[in-house]
């Protein structure tokens, strides 16, 4: 992987260079988090036709600024996706206070000392395996899926667009920290449950989550 700009400033600007190569090159240098910051994830031919050239030179000249170049062991571009958890997902409903906590925390593993916790609004990335208490494992994104390696899950915390037990409790860790969380039905599907997810009424949830990255 090349680690100097391949074209100059001239050329960018001009019809040398085409959208396409520009996305090719952005996918095949640019960190998976680096794709998601600038949303060129996904499919070379759906990224090309969505993304406008003015995006595309600024995001290749921020690539050599901040030096997110790609890991060998990364999974390719079209794999990173911004996705909901299946058994996590929630509408989004801001945070409402309370004054009973509805989760406990086991720390599994702790992180690294002086690493930083997430913030709400801060976007994650997170390696997770659901279970009912007491029951089946329902969900996990820690197993590849054929030929495809697993690859964390990145969504924003603290906003709602998971169940209330994962938004409270990854507010509380660290990167590269590891922690079960057993959930409360009132902080996870509650009465109604969630059939599509294997999830009965009124079930308590254990999530064993890793705090991947913070960005």
């Given at each position: 992987m090349s680690q100097e700009p391949k074209w100059t400033a001239e050329e960018?600007?001009?019809d040398a260079v085409s959208k396409k190569e520009l996305v090719g090159y952005l996918q095949e240098n640019g960190s998976n988090e680096f794709l998601l910051k600038h949303k060129l994830n996904?499919?070379?031919?759906?990224v090309v036709k969505t993304?406008?050239?003015?995006?595309?030179?600024?995001?290749?000249?921020?690539?050599?600024?901040?030096?997110?170049?790609?890991?060998?062991?990364?999974?390719?571009?079209?794999?990173?996706?911004?996705?909901?958890?299946?058994?996590?997902?929630?509408?989004?409903?801001p945070l409402k206070a309370s004054s009973e906590v509805k989760y406990e925390k086991r720390i599994i593993k702790a992180g690294k000392p002086g690493e930083r916790s997430p913030v709400k609004g801060d976007r994650?990335?997170?390696?997770?395996t659901g279970k009912l208490k007491d029951g089946p494992v329902f969900d996990t994104n820690t197993e590849p899926k054929g030929r495809k390696p697993a690859s964390p899950l990145v969504f924003k915390v603290g906003t709602g667009q998971v169940i209330r037990g994962w938004d409270e409790g990854l507010l509380t860790m660290v990167r590269g920290e590891k922690a079960e969380l057993t959930i409360k039905p009132e902080w996870a599907y509650g009465q109604k449950g969630n059939s599509a997810g294997g999830i009965p009424p009124n079930a308590t949830l254990v999530f064993t989550v890793e705090l991947v990255d913070i960005f």
């Open positions: 960018l600007a001009g996904g499919k070379l031919a759906n993304s406008k050239k003015p995006h595309l030179i600024s995001a290749y000249t921020d690539l050599f600024a901040t030096k997110q170049f790609r890991a060998a062991d990364e999974p390719s571009a079209s794999e990173v996706k911004q996705a909901k958890p299946q058994a996590a997902v929630e509408t989004n409903k994650v990335s997170v390696f997770y």
